[in-house]
């Protein structure tokens, strides 16, 4: 059974530019968070999707945006960068929106220059 | 606003010895507590907990849950350099069971 998979691996964008990650979640989960990890803040909840909702956010701008489409998978949309989203971005999947595991994919490093 | 906090920091031991990793939290509407391993990139799963009291046991990694007191610690015996890592705790709560993460904890353990 193939994990979540995020893409890019590695990415490197200037200010002011916008991004794109994409995540795909564990086949018949239709639960995906994502998460910003910095070495002084942690991992930090941006949002998360389940059915095509938006059921929970974190406290980030709004230049911060995702969406999920209708076979779970889902992107999450940076615009104009700032030097400080540089970090790593972590997607989690769960079966469902509820008490259940959470699986993290491998990450988009993102360096802003 | 939820809060989870892990401790110590950081911590270096020597293979073989035993270490336990706490991790308090204050979150509203508490419904499991959840502890990863993260290595390089991808934090890995070990533990779901959601009852106090109970035990959860993987080979040399146990982890319990006190609900009353509002923690959890997760015990490594034997360590083995293998076992260096991050160790994250994080809480799910609210009515849309959203999962707030701590700090970390950076365990290094030398040959």
């Known amino acids: 059974k193939a994990g979540v998979t995020q893409t890019p691996r590695y990415l490197i964008k200037t200010r002011g530019q916008q991004v794109t990650l994409s995540c795909s979640p564990i086949s018949g989960h239709r639960s995906v968070s994502w998460y910003q990890q910095t070495p002084g803040q942690g991992l930090q909840f941006l949002f998360e999707y389940f059915s095509e909702t938006q059921r929970n956010k974190g406290n980030f701008p709004g230049r911060f945006s995702g969406r999920q489409f209708s076979n779970s998978r889902s992107e999450m949309n940076v615009s104009t960068l700032e030097l400080g989203d540089s970090a790593l971005y972590l997607c989690?999947?769960?079966?469902?929106?509820?008490?259940?595991?959470?699986?993290f994919g491998q990450g988009t490093r993102l360096t802003v220059v | 606003e939820d809060k989870v906090v892990q401790s110590p920091l950081s911590l270096v031991v020597h293979e073989g010895d035993t270490v336990t990793l706490n991790c308090s939290y204050e979150?509203?509407?508490?419904?499991?507590l959840l502890w990863y391993k993260q290595e390089k990139k991808a934090p890995t799963f070990l533990f779901m907990l959601?009852?106090?009291?109970i035990e959860k046991k993987s080979g040399r990694l146990s982890s319990i849950l006190d609900k009353k007191e509002l923690f959890s610690i997760l015990n490594i015996t034997a360590t083995q350099t293998g076992d260096s890592a991050v160790y994250l705790c994080?809480?799910?709560?609210?009515?849309?069971?959203?999962?707030?993460f701590g700090k970390g904890t950076l365990l290094t353990v030398n040959p």
């Open positions: 959601t009852s106090s009291g």
């Open positions: 994080a809480v799910k709560g609210g009515s849309n069971y959203k999962l707030t």
């Open positions: 979150v509203t509407n508490f419904r499991s």
């Open positions: 989690a999947s769960s079966f469902y929106l509820g008490n259940t595991e959470a699986f």
